[in-house]
């Protein structure tokens, strides 16, 4: 079965560093890229960027965050040096085909909470 | 910036059909923008339903159908039922592997 296995849910404070994680199974992880979409309470889902783990390219990401891929063990990653509180959310990664171009598979998502 | 524009809400009766759309601030979309289509129910992941403008995804249901309307993409769901009572967004795409999320529609079936 093909799945995303997202790292569990995160409570830090302001300014403190953050890395989650997003594990692909089931499928070749080099074979498709990995998206990240942000959802903040109560709002709608907000593409955040993409990588393609194949060699880790990652063009134009959103805002103070830093995307990652590790292929040897099909994970990639969303990081922070520094968290503000609206960096609160839910982050979804998911599996987006580079012929159609349309996120076919998701993670469950990890809720990341800041506050002081 | 480019908005992709959704109606904030939209209501069905139960049996009935819906059609939600998906346009752009600027231009017209078409099959080019490859639109995609997902359903989210509160607390849970989004569900993909539909890509490439009018492709069912994997067990989803044909009462789910895509298309293009005029400008727009679209999304109808015939036979409306409780359980489709969820936010819907729309997804196109921009070029360079880039797409941007509508603002999504709230559905109500009552």
């Known amino acids: 079965e093909v799945q995303l296995v997202q790292s569990g849910a995160e409570v830090k404070k302001p300014g403190e560093s953050l890395r989650i994680s997003c594990k692909g199974t089931?499928?070749?992880?080099?074979?498709?890229?990995i998206s990240w979409v942000r959802q903040t309470p109560g709002k709608g889902l907000e593409w955040m960027g993409r990588?393609?783990?194949?060699?880790s390219y990652s063009p134009s990401f959103q805002g103070h965050v830093t995307i990652s891929a590790d292929k040897s063990i099909s994970t990639a990653y969303l990081q922070w040096s520094s968290l503000q509180a609206s960096d609160s959310a839910t982050y979804y990664c998911?599996?987006?085909?580079?012929?159609?171009?349309?996120?076919?598979?998701w993670g469950k998502g990890t809720t990341v909470t800041v506050s002081s | 910036q480019t908005v992709v524009t959704q109606e904030p809400s939209f209501s069905v009766s139960p049996g009935g059909t819906v059609t939600l759309t998906c346009g752009l601030s600027?231009?017209?979309?078409?099959?080019?923008?490859?639109p995609s289509w997902y359903q989210q129910t509160p607390g849970q992941a989004p569900r993909t339903l539909i890509y490439?403008?009018?492709s069912r995804s994997s067990g989803v249901p044909d009462r789910f159908s895509g298309s293009i309307l005029g400008n727009k993409a679209a999304l109808t769901i015939t036979g409306a039922q409780a359980d489709d009572e969820s936010d819907y967004y729309c997804v196109l795409y921009l070029g360079s592997g880039s797409v941007v999320f509508g603002g999504g529609t709230k559905l109500t079936v009552l």
């Open positions: 998911a599996r987006q085909t580079y012929n159609y171009y349309y996120l076919d598979v």
């Open positions: 490439s403008t009018d």
């Open positions: 600027s231009g017209s979309v078409s099959t080019r923008h490859y």
């Open positions: 990588i393609d783990p194949s060699d």
């Open positions: 089931g499928y070749s992880f080099t074979s498709y890229w």
